[in-house]
């Protein structure tokens, strides 16, 4: 493992990922890769979550495909240094920040969207000049085996590697020295990764998750609001980061809130949930009997019928949850939706903030005022109103967690930025020693009462200001080469 490790940064250390014209190949390459083997990328998806083929392409390929188009439209703005403001010391020096990339980075990826939360990273990572680890999640094994068959038969293959294996490779994995380590899954695993790279201060990037909260208000369109959650919740059989884990809704509400998000299960998959080519599949035996664990001692309002030999579980609705019950301590990552009742908006906001941070906050009311108070009262890596799961969509918005939610934050731009140092850069010239005076031994008190003018003067802009400034600027050089000071 070491010795691959140091393979891939040699490859770094030549240079040749950091040109644009690279970058925007090597994109291209991956771009062609999803389109050209298209097919296989979808089977193998299909295959680790029984996910139909239109489901796999709209929820996971257009995604990366989007993204990938994104960074070859805008990634040469983005390396282009940016001006930075000068003052008046530095008035005639060229003053810039200049996105560098960190070097080698290692992505590992999760079972749940296995291209997305794979291939995203590495978009930013090819975009800001890196080299890259890639390693897959092994428990989507299928999309495992294609990545790391697909990836070297486009892209470098001295400076993007995948690494496949358990738990045991993914350890060794951690044991080497990174210059960026972005990961997906569950904080338990975040924990680990934050304590490896702490060895190496290796920054690192957490996308976790939680349980992300719905509270719906009595003051809403609840067929609307019902038919939106119910396609957020059950969408990849639950096993979605920033579903809505558990609904907050007043005593009165619960009742028509399980009837119309029961309709609006059978509106979507049919009198006979089971085949569905829509439902998916829990992802493995051991996730199927945790999930099943949860119903313990829970009133279930419909659903709850499962398939062990499948792994199969409907979607299913609790009522009346006791917020101290198994179901409501963990992130339940499966098509369980518990209500809990509150008495009003301020309970739900209290309920909230008495729970770690989570990923998601939603927020269902034509009350705007509403909306935006509980906004402004709690905290959650992203919110979305009158509407779940649609911000992770926006490439303009940052997406990532907060507190045990994760830290940092890609798509779009902020990828880039990620996997980039912003490195700041000041270019002065050998002449104007005169000048410098002030700030060369020995000291006194006119060069101190100088330096305030320079430092902290704050003048408007315009050329006008310019001019004064370059003024000002000769005149100080001439006093001070004449000795007044």
């Known amino acids: 493992m070491e010795r691959e490790v140091q393979r891939v940064r040699s490859a770094f250390g030549s240079g040749r990922s950091r040109p644009l014209r690279f970058r925007l190949q090597q994109l291209e390459a991956l771009r062609r890769m999803v389109l050209e083997r298209e097919k296989d990328i979808v089977a193998a998806i299909t295959n680790d979550l029984r996910k139909s083929e239109l489901n796999a392409y709209s929820q996971e390929v257009i995604t990366v495909l989007g993204e990938i188009d994104l960074m070859l439209e805008k990634l040469p703005e983005w390396v282009t240094a940016k001006p930075a403001k000068k003052n008046l010391l530095t008035m005639l020096d060229e003053v810039y920040v200049q996105p560098e990339p960190l070097g080698v980075v290692l992505i590992i990826g999760a079972w749940n969207y296995p291209l997305v939360l794979t291939i995203h990273p590495l978009i930013g990572a090819i975009a800001a000049g890196n080299a890259a680890i890639i390693k897959p999640s092994e428990v989507s094994e299928h999309t495992a085996k294609i990545l790391a068959e697909l990836l070297p038969q486009y892209l470098d293959q001295d400076l993007y590697v995948v690494i496949n294996g358990g738990v045991e490779e993914a350890t060794e994995l951690l044991k080497q020295r990174f210059d960026h380590i972005f990961y997906t899954g569950s904080t338990a695993v975040g924990k680990i990764v934050m304590e490896a790279a702490a060895k190496h201060l290796t920054p690192v990037t957490l996308e976790l998750g939680g349980k992300s909260p719905c509270y719906i208000d009595r003051n809403c369109d609840l067929d609307i609001a019902c038919r939106r959650i119910a396609w957020g919740k059950y969408m990849n059989c639950g096993q979605t980061c920033i579903a809505p884990d558990y609904i907050l809704c007043e005593p009165s509400l619960q009742d028509q809130i399980v009837q119309k998000i029961k309709e609006s299960v059978k509106a979507f998959y049919g009198e006979n ?162 000048a410098n005076n002030l700030r060369y031994p020995p000291n006194s008190q006119s060069k101190v009462d100088w330096a305030k003018f320079f430092l902290l003067k704050r003048f408007n802009k315009g050329k006008l200001s310019l001019l004064l400034l370059t003024f000002l600027g000769i005149l100080v050089a001439v006093l001070v080469k004449a000795g007044y000071y």
């Open 273 to 434: 949930i089971k085949e569905s080519p829509d439902y998916e599949r829990i992802i493995s035996l051991r996730h199927f009997k945790r999930i099943l664990s949860l119903l313990e001692g829970q009133q279930i309002a419909f659903g709850g019928e499962t398939d062990e030999a499948s792994r199969y579980m409907a979607p299913t609705v609790l009522t009346d949850v006791d917020p101290e019950t198994k179901v409501m301590q963990e992130e339940i990552f499966g098509p369980i939706l518990p209500i809990v009742p509150v008495k009003d908006a301020d309970e739900a906001i209290k309920f909230i903030n008495e729970r770690e941070k989570p990923l998601a906050l939603y927020v269902f009311s034509h009350n705007n005022k509403l909306i935006k108070r509980m906004i402004d009262r709690t905290s959650s890596g992203g919110v979305t109103a009158n509407d779940v799961i649609m911000h992770f969509t926006l490439s303009s918005l940052p997406f990532g967690g907060v507190g045990s939610s994760g830290m940092g934050v890609y798509h779009g731009k902020y990828s880039f930025d990620t996997f980039s140092h912003q490195r700041p850069c000041l270019l002065k010239r050998l002449k104007g020693e005169s």
